[in-house]
């Protein structure tokens, strides 16, 4: 094929007026021109900009569907023909498009077709299985599916074949229900795989064949697809697909498969059978106590204790059966640095906190995970790490040499005490010590330790706290000087001092002022003056208005100012979709103003359609409406659609709870009872560690709503 005929037409082509994920696509034409040249090495650089400008992270352009033509043409023409049909494929696979009408890049790539067909029959057999997955994604249905159903007649190379096959299912997924004849372990590996997968998305019935063939199929590694990363871990993709059905059956079937996977006798095995255990446990919510004593059976050495450690640690309590197995390892070396040992030490923490502390207090210095689990505890289980005598010693040991801390120790330490009270009341000293060293983190800790204890030990950390905030002007300090004593002068000097800088601190600092209310009237200029200063439609920028526009109402009452503010924060946040939690801060701020916020009425009601918006835009309406004006049904629907999707869920309850059982229909209770008993987990997105508690958490605020009166 003459490939200068097929580059006919590129500078024509309005490149300048077209962008891509960097800005103008100017640079479109030389890229081609270096993929299709002789020089292997500029044609691997353009081959990467191309991915990294046309589909940019898995988006697409409108300079992705104008490059479309010459690069099927360059694929066509046998150059670099399996990477240039990789990147066609992405192409017509992306869903996130930017700058151009919807599925455009796709029809472009389809429209390509008769180019791209002919290489179903390519001598390479991995030219071959490129454009099978390529040309399945375009969803041309009526040209490409005959031709991956001919091709698939004719093809005999196994990886080849299973791409070939996973085509046909994409494009017919209801007639990937007869994969299930290609299941015969005669058949090459890939294909079974393939077969397993197409009968999977097919939502065909999970048989005794298909379980015995997924088995045969372990481990899964050489079968994994370099096209789809969801699946990279097959097995884990077999359970979630089961679990995501959501019936009994397929739950019980997606557990035998992790069962076995776990007591298989290799070592490859048992890791793919932890990470489909992990996805499972990610994903249902009887999946940990299911397969807790599994797991416990797979931790057979050093190297699979260390693998399960962090999704022991996830769990919780609940793998306490297998605390027994992370014991032994936990304690190991305590006076060396010992990563493995670190980990199943932080696990431990989460998994049996008593039996932790001695532990952790022998090894306290070397353990940094295990430490930073533990001064995190009430973070993830709403309580404190128990109280241990002698982490206790061991944590005075360290804060009496506060200049020998390092990283995040001085937060990790002060955090465990402060988490004890008055029960860490010994380690005032050392607190005081280390207040003038690390004062962001000693501070909060002091009062917090400080708040109950013996008259002489609180007047020992008052006068520390007064040298420290009134000499050095140290802001924590002098909160807490102001929480244990009642002296607000050095608070307010050190409040004003971080509203006139304007520091990064200017969101903290409003926060404070507004929580002394009144008592903050000195603040006013410095507040309205901050207020001024600030600039830009970045998140961080609308969000310290709304917080100072607060303060400034709870200081002077002044409602006037707060909503003019509000309903700017408002309107510039709605142009940035970057910006939908300044939505949500400037509607909690709403809320508080009651019926003076009425006037932001039309603002909330936008941004019940937004889900992650939703439940503030509730909580808000509802105190600043007119209650007989208040739909309180839809806004019972907005907020349980929040929670369903994953948005705020955490949110959705407050708002559902504001809103009262009287909001709620047939179906609201409905949906409300299997977000509180359903085996599907609601919350699946945010920091991993923290996934699983918060789902739990969830669904015991929804237990409590439903049994409201």
Same mark, same amino acid.
């Given at each position: 094929?003459?490939?200068?005929?097929?580059?006919?037409?590129?500078?024509?082509?309005?490149?300048?007026?077209?962008?891509?994920?960097?800005?103008?696509?100017?640079?479109?034409?030389?890229?081609?021109?270096?993929?299709?040249?002789?020089?292997?090495?500029?044609?691997?650089?353009?081959?990467?900009?191309?991915?990294?400008?046309?589909?940019?992270?898995?988006?697409?352009?409108?300079?992705?569907?104008?490059?479309?033509?010459?690069?099927?043409?360059?694929?066509?023409?046998?150059?670099?023909?399996?990477?240039?049909?990789?990147?066609?494929?992405?192409?017509?696979?992306?869903?996130?498009?930017?700058?151009?009408?919807?599925?455009?890049?796709?029809?472009?790539?389809?429209?390509?077709?008769?180019?791209?067909?002919?290489?179903?029959?390519?001598?390479?057999?991995?030219?071959?299985?490129?454009?099978?997955?390529?040309?399945?994604?375009?969803?041309?249905?009526?040209?490409?599916?005959?031709?991956?159903?001919?091709?698939?007649?004719?093809?005999?190379?196994?990886?080849? #074949?299973?791409?070939?096959?996973?085509?046909?299912?994409?494009?017919?997924?209801?007639?990937?229900?007869? *994969?299930?004849?290609?299941?015969?372990?005669?058949?090459?590996?890939?294909?079974?795989?393939?077969?397993?997968?197409?009968?999977?998305?097919?939502?065909?019935?999970?048989?005794?064949?298909?379980?015995?063939?997924?088995?045969?199929?372990?481990?899964?590694?050489?079968?994994?697809?370099?096209?789809?990363?969801? #699946?990279?871990?097959?097995?884990?993709?077999?359970?979630?697909?089961?679990?995501?059905?959501?019936?009994?059956?397929?739950?019980?079937?997606?557990?035998?498969?992790?069962? =076995?996977?776990?007591?298989?006798?290799?070592?490859?095995?048992?890791?793919?059978?932890?990470?489909?255990?992990?996805? =499972? %446990?990610?994903?249902?919510?009887?999946?940990?106590?299911?397969?807790?004593?599994?797991?416990?059976?797979?931790?057979?050495?050093?190297?699979?204790?260390?693998?399960?450690?962090?999704?022991?640690?996830?769990?919780?309590?609940?793998?306490?059966?297998?605390?027994?197995?992370?014991?032994?390892?936990?304690?190991?070396?305590?006076?060396?640095?010992? $990563?493995?040992?670190?980990?199943?030490? *932080?696990?431990?923490?989460?998994?049996?906190?008593?039996?932790?502390?001695?532990?952790?207090?022998?090894?306290?210095?070397?353990?940094?995970?295990?430490?930073?689990?533990?001064?995190?505890?009430?973070?993830?289980?709403?309580?404190?790490?128990?109280?241990?005598?002698?982490?206790?010693?061991?944590?005075?040991?360290?804060?009496?040499?506060?200049?020998?801390?390092?990283?995040?120790e001085p937060w990790q330490l002060t955090n465990?005490?402060?988490?004890?009270?008055?029960?860490?009341?010994?380690?005032?000293?050392?607190? %005081?010590?280390?207040?003038?060293?690390?004062?962001?983190?000693?501070?909060?800790?002091?009062?917090?330790?400080?708040?109950?204890?013996?008259?002489?030990?609180?007047?020992?950390?008052?006068?520390?706290?007064?040298?420290?905030?009134?000499?050095?002007?140290?802001?924590?300090?002098a909160k807490a000087l102001h929480d244990l004593?009642?002296?607000?002068?050095?608070?307010?000097?050190?409040?004003?001092?971080?509203?006139?800088?304007?520091?990064?601190?200017?969101?903290?600092?409003?926060?404070? =002022?507004?929580?002394?209310?009144?008592?903050?009237?000195?603040?006013?200029?410095?507040?309205?003056?901050?207020?001024?200063?600030?600039?830009?439609?970045?998140?961080?920028?609308? $969000?310290?208005?709304?917080?100072?526009?607060?303060?400034?109402?709870?200081?002077?009452?002044?409602?006037?100012?707060?909503?003019?503010?509000?309903?700017?924060?408002?309107?510039?946040?709605?142009?940035?979709?970057?910006?939908?939690?300044?939505?949500?801060?400037?509607?909690?701020?709403?809320?508080?103003?009651?019926?003076?916020?009425?006037?932001?009425?039309?603002?909330?009601?936008?941004?019940?359609?937004?889900?992650?918006?939703?439940?503030?835009?509730?909580?808000?309406?509802?105190?600043?409406?007119?209650?007989?004006?208040?739909?309180?049904?839809?806004?019972?629907?907005?907020?349980?659609?929040?929670?369903?999707?994953?948005?705020?869920?955490?949110?959705?309850?407050?708002?559902?709870?504001?809103?009262?059982?009287?909001?709620?229909?047939?179906?609201?209770?409905?949906?409300?009872?299997?977000?509180?008993?359903?085996?599907?987990?609601?919350?699946?997105?945010?920091?991993?560690?923290?996934?699983?508690?918060?789902?739990?958490?969830?669904?015991?605020?929804?237990?409590?709503?439903?049994?409201?009166?």
């Amino acid at each position: 094929m003459d490939l200068v005929h097929l580059l006919d037409g590129l500078d024509a082509r309005p490149w300048h007026s077209l962008s891509h994920a960097y800005g103008s696509a100017e640079d479109i034409p030389d890229l081609l021109r270096a993929l299709a040249g002789a020089d292997v090495d500029a044609a691997d650089e353009a081959l990467s900009e191309l991915y990294g400008n046309v589909l940019h992270q898995g988006t697409v352009y409108a300079a992705s569907a104008e490059a479309v033509p010459f690069l099927a043409g360059i694929a066509a023409a046998g150059h670099r023909t399996a990477d240039v049909l990789a990147l066609l494929g992405g192409m017509a696979e992306s869903e996130d498009e930017s700058g151009v009408a919807s599925g455009a890049v796709r029809v472009a790539v389809a429209v390509r077709l008769p180019l791209l067909l002919p290489l179903l029959a390519s001598p390479e057999p991995e030219i071959r299985r490129t454009a099978a997955w390529a040309v399945s994604h375009t969803r041309a249905t009526a040209i490409a599916l005959p031709a991956l159903r001919t091709r698939w007649d004719e093809e005999a190379e196994p990886s080849a #074949r299973a791409e070939v096959l996973a085509g046909i299912a994409r494009l017919d997924p209801q007639g990937g229900a007869a *994969a299930a004849a290609v299941l015969d372990p005669s058949q090459p590996a890939e294909v079974r795989m393939a077969a397993v997968f197409a009968s999977l998305d097919a939502d065909a019935p999970w048989t005794e064949p298909m379980h015995k063939t997924m088995l045969s199929l372990l481990p899964t590694a050489p079968l994994r697809s370099d096209f789809d990363l969801e #699946r990279g871990e097959p097995l884990a993709a077999v359970v979630e697909a089961l679990l995501g059905r959501g019936r009994r059956m397929e739950r019980k079937a997606a557990f035998a498969l992790v069962d =076995a996977a776990l007591h298989d006798g290799r070592a490859e095995v048992r890791a793919e059978g932890l990470w489909a255990a992990d996805r =499972a %446990c990610m994903l249902s919510r009887s999946a940990p106590r299911r397969l807790v004593w599994s797991l416990r059976a797979a931790a057979v050495d050093e190297e699979s204790v260390v693998a399960m450690s962090s999704l022991l640690g996830r769990l919780g309590s609940v793998a306490a059966p297998a605390a027994d197995i992370l014991v032994p390892l936990a304690g190991r070396n305590p006076d060396h640095d010992d $990563d493995h040992a670190d980990r199943a030490l *932080a696990a431990l923490v989460l998994v049996a906190p008593t039996q932790s502390a001695p532990l952790l207090a022998a090894g306290l210095g070397r353990r940094p995970r295990a430490l930073d689990a533990a001064a995190g505890f009430r973070s993830t289980e709403n309580s404190a790490f128990p109280y241990s005598g002698d982490l206790l010693d061991a944590v005075r040991d360290r804060l009496a040499r506060p200049e020998a801390l390092s990283g995040n120790e001085p937060w990790q330490l002060t955090n465990l005490l402060a988490s004890w009270g008055s029960e860490a009341a010994p380690a005032l000293p050392e607190l %005081c010590t280390a207040l003038p060293h690390c004062p962001g983190q000693a501070a909060p800790a002091i009062a917090s330790v400080a708040a109950d204890c013996a008259p002489a030990d609180r007047a020992r950390a008052v006068t520390s706290l007064r040298a420290v905030a009134a000499e050095l002007g140290v802001l924590p300090a002098a909160k807490a000087l102001h929480d244990l004593d009642g002296d607000i002068a050095p608070l307010l000097h050190c409040l004003e001092q971080d509203l006139r800088r304007g520091t990064s601190q200017l969101r903290e600092a409003a926060g404070m =002022a507004g929580a002394l209310g009144p008592r903050a009237a000195a603040l006013v200029p410095a507040l309205r003056e901050a207020l001024t200063g600030t600039d830009g439609d970045t998140t961080p920028a609308l $969000d310290t208005e709304t917080a100072l526009a607060e303060a400034l109402w709870r200081v002077t009452g002044d409602t006037d100012g707060v909503v003019a503010v509000l309903h700017s924060v408002f309107s510039r946040a709605e142009q940035n979709p970057w910006s939908r939690w300044s939505v949500v801060q400037a509607a909690r701020t709403t809320a508080l103003l009651g019926p003076a916020g009425r006037p932001l009425a039309a603002r909330l009601e936008a941004a019940l359609n937004d889900p992650a918006q939703a439940p503030a835009a509730v909580l808000a309406l509802t105190a600043v409406g007119e209650p007989a004006s208040l739909d309180r049904t839809a806004l019972a629907e907005a907020a349980l659609r929040s929670a369903e999707q994953d948005a705020d869920p955490e949110g959705a309850c407050d708002a559902l709870k504001a809103l009262g059982p009287d909001a709620l229909t047939g179906d609201h209770e409905r949906r409300l009872a299997a977000l509180a008993d359903g085996d599907a987990r609601v919350v699946r997105s945010g920091v991993e560690d923290r996934v699983i508690r918060q789902d739990e958490a969830l669904r015991n605020r929804a237990r409590v709503l439903l049994a409201a009166p």
